[in-house]
């Protein structure tokens, strides 16, 4: 069974994966901090990154280090096999 981590779950697309999926294999990070803790401490098969920001709300250089760059940092733990990154 593979082991899934999932960030960005308070937005629609991952709120959504969040109700109608099992949940005996996902692991969810409610927010950067426990993402962090989570991908240092485990080897995940899959990451799946539901980016998102409310661009009336954030400046563009706010949606790029949250969607972009953090997501850069957590390559560097090389703690999964495959990444995908869905931003809305």
Do not use: W
């Not at 692991?27 to 990451?47: H, Q, V």
């Not at 539901?50 to 790029?64: D, L, M, P, Y």
Request: with cysteine; charged share 25%; aromatic share 12%.
């Amino acid at each position: 069974m593979n082991k899934i981590l999932i960030s960005g779950s308070e937005g629609f697309l991952g709120n959504f994966i969040n109700l109608s999926q099992k949940k005996n294999n996902l692991t969810y990070a409610e927010n950067p901090e426990k993402l962090l803790d989570k991908i240092k401490k485990n080897k995940f098969d899959l990451f799946i990154h539901f980016g998102a920001a409310n661009r009336s709300n954030c400046s563009t250089e706010e949606i790029v280090r949250d969607n972009i760059i953090n997501l850069y940092e957590l390559l560097k733990f090389k703690s999964f096999k495959k990444i995908i990154f869905i931003s809305t």
